[in-house]
């Protein structure tokens, strides 16, 4: 009777663990549907000969709470992994949101709040009083300064396409903390907060990061929390005030 009872009991155990297992088994872990908590815009392409370049926490910086107007210029800043064995150097960027994308500085992003503004300050620049200055040397010669100095502002324009490389198993940091960037020029249209902008990237090595179709590069949060509307006192009904029971 007692051995009956044992494996009676037994039996009953094994059977609610399988019941137990075929119950998990249909169920999706608590971390399957989670995303990362990093709000920017991330891609991994495989390499041509292994390895894999990524680009993470691609975002338009913060622009205020109406976001970027029309014609404005907008800094990127992301960063981009090189997780193969050969260097590669990023050889084209571009975006369909914008007529051009360029590699930026700190004086670029001090421009950027008014672009139309700032347009005319490289054209007139002081490059050719600065270039002018030092012609001087051979006095008497204001013409041949006008002449020659158009020559050295075109020049710097000429040299911005710039390889950035990107060493094996290294990465690359293009934020504007960190000195260069880059940067949309001329946006097509307003880009306000809650949206984003496509972004192309082209690489040495044939790899082609692109946001996919339904993705945009967001525009970042705001780095504190924005000042909220003032409360105001809900209307009152006239003769209501002072009215009892």
Request: aromatic share 4%.
């Amino acid at each position: 009777m007692t051995r009956s009872i044992t494996m009676l009991l037994a039996g009953g155990a094994a059977a609610a663990a399988l019941a137990l297992t075929g119950c998990s088994a249909g169920m999706n872990s608590q971390t399957a549907d989670q995303v990362a908590a990093v709000p920017g815009y991330s891609l991994t392409a495989p390499g041509p000969n292994g390895g894999s370049v990524a680009l993470r926490d691609a975002m338009l910086a913060y622009a205020g709470p109406t976001g970027y107007a029309k014609g404005a210029i907008a800094p990127l800043q992301l960063r981009i992994f090189n997780d193969t064995e050969q260097p590669i150097t990023l050889d084209k960027f571009e975006s369909n949101d914008a007529t051009g994308v360029k590699l930026a500085s700190a004086a670029d992003l001090k421009a950027s709040p008014s672009p139309a503004a700032a347009s005319p300050s490289p054209s007139v620049a002081a490059s050719p009083k600065t270039s002018g200055s030092p012609s001087p040397k051979a006095s008497g010669s204001p013409s041949p300064d006008a002449a020659t100095s158009p020559e050295p502002s075109a020049s710097p324009a000429a040299a911005a396409p710039a390889k950035l490389t990107i060493p094996a198993a290294g990465y690359l940091d293009l934020t504007p903390g960190s000195g260069q960037f880059l940067a949309l020029t001329g946006l097509k249209d307003a880009v306000p907060n809650g949206e984003g902008v496509h972004l192309k990237l082209t690489f040495s090595n044939g790899v082609v990061l692109e946001t996919l179709p339904g993705t945009v590069v967001p525009l970042a949060p705001p780095l504190s929390p924005q000042p909220r509307l003032p409360a105001t006192a809900p209307p009152t009904r006239a003769g209501t005030e002072g009215e009892g029971h």
